[in-house]
């Protein structure tokens, strides 16, 4: 294809995605759902499971092959600004009265989710993925069961105004540790399914980022706070085209420099925009600059090309259907349940320790960044693909409804008044959470 005909199809793929997207997203607020949900079902409308049965002809002259390297790249680039915005938006000084909470959270979240995932791949094998070699489908199926959208969590606490409230810290938390143990689990699983067990490598890559982290929060962070406020100062609140560049010249880096370890650059972009947690005319300012643009553009793309790779084809008979709800019900019991006993075992009160729960359930965004591994490095068929994917997208859509119940029945002496899923930017006033002692309440 020459560039000319490129730039057409990329143009109307463009078009077609981020309208999709929004008309989605407009869908799923007015259902009380998260943007986001409306998102990634836009993302799966536009797969072959709808439109490529409905109009086999229309879907493929709209998503040409050709293309498919170019939006997978934009796709990632947009995670990794993506979970920038997500870092530098959460205040992670409530981690002090939270001490060693998410550990214990992400300890069982991990755990209790794998160990379900083992026993299902092992019950499923031979009827899902019988060409597929046993141990690496199974150890795929527990490690897909255990990660948490840390991304989409983000979104879903901004969207309900709790992303800078203690039990949103603690969550956010608990699911990045999830998540970074989840990438190394992730290469050590795709290392046995090519070479063999690496476990030096594995244990490298954790060392790696242990020291990088200490990097960026004690000898960088520092630094980097001082440039943020000389650059608001600048700008007289807002970041010039200049401090802009150096930002995403360092977020880039970042960015690289996790990946190159091996727990993928979205992880590199998330601790750099934690370094900036607490400095606040600074996140306002680079939120002006980076938010909408990242939401309405970068993230679509992603959605719609998991979507393209979902075929309900490929489920065939009621015991593959039965098999795919087993999928589900291990993960929901998995996260929700074992989340929400461990949350209660750190000394929550029932009622957040079950949000705790609802929350960490979600899964969408980073559970389908690993089964789009899974399915290109041949651990994963088209079937257990759709099985993964369906418990993903369950499971993140259940979230808001169980998470308003929680809400909801909150007493007064825990809980103050929650807005209503809406959308608005990073940091709005209509989002900011607050409990019965914090200060009084945003106009």
Request: charge should be neutral; hydrophobic fraction near 55%.
């Amino acid at each position: 294809m020459d560039t000319d005909a490129l730039l057409a199809h990329v143009l109307i793929q463009l078009a077609v995605i981020i309208g999709f997207a929004r008309l989605g997203g407009i869908a799923a607020r007015r259902l009380g759902q998260p943007v986001v949900c409306g998102e990634i079902a836009a993302g799966l409308i536009l797969g072959p499971s709808i439109l490529g049965n409905l109009l086999p002809g229309v879907s493929a002259e709209i998503f040409s092959r050709d293309t498919a390297e170019a939006f997978t790249a934009l796709s990632e680039l947009g995670l990794v600004l993506l979970l920038f915005v997500i870092g530098i938006d959460f205040d992670f000084q409530h981690l002090k009265a939270h001490k060693g909470k998410p550990f214990v959270v992400s300890a069982v979240g991990i755990t209790l989710p794998f160990a379900l995932g083992l026993g299902v791949g092992l019950l499923i094998h031979s009827e899902v993925a019988p060409n597929i070699d046993k141990l690496t489908f199974t150890l795929f199926i527990g490690l897909t069961l255990s990660i948490t959208a840390l991304p989409i969590l983000g979104r879903i606490l901004i969207e309900f105004g709790l992303n800078r409230a203690p039990l949103g810290v603690l969550t956010i938390t608990s699911a990045a540790i999830d998540d970074a143990i989840g990438w190394m689990l992730l290469a050590l699983v795709t290392s046995i399914a090519t070479t063999g067990a690496d476990w030096g490598k594995v244990g490298l890559m954790m060392v790696e980022t242990l020291g990088y982290a200490l990097f960026i929060f004690v000898i960088a962070r520092p630094v980097l706070k001082r440039w943020a406020r000389s650059a608001v100062r600048r700008g007289k609140g807002v970041l010039g085209l200049n401090d802009l560049a150096v930002l995403l010249v360092l977020l880039l880096c970042s960015g690289l420099v996790t990946h190159e370890i091996g727990i993928f650059a979205i992880f590199g972009a998330f601790m750099l925009g934690a370094a900036f947690y607490d400095e606040a005319e600074f996140r306002q300012a680079v939120l002006m600059k980076l938010n909408d643009f990242v939401t309405v553009f970068f993230l679509p793309i992603f959605f719609t090309y998991t979507g393209l790779r979902t075929d309900i084809g490929s489920m065939s008979g009621a015991l593959l259907w039965a098999m795919c709800g087993l999928v589900v019900a291990a993960g929901i019991m998995g996260k929700l349940g074992g989340c929400t006993l461990a949350a209660r075992a750190t000394g929550l009160p029932w009622r957040d320790s079950y949000m705790v729960g609802v929350l960490m359930n979600a899964r969408a965004l980073m559970a389908l960044i690993v089964i789009n591994v899974g399915l290109t490095t041949g651990i994963l068929n088209s079937t257990a693909f759709f099985m993964l994917v369906t418990m993903a997208v369950i499971t993140t859509f259940m979230t808001a409804p169980l998470l308003r119940l929680g809400l909801k029945k909150a007493p007064e002496t825990s809980l103050a008044h929650i807005p209503e899923p809406a959308e608005a930017a990073i940091g709005s006033p209509a989002f900011q959470w607050r409990s019965v002692a914090s200060s009084s309440p945003q106009s």
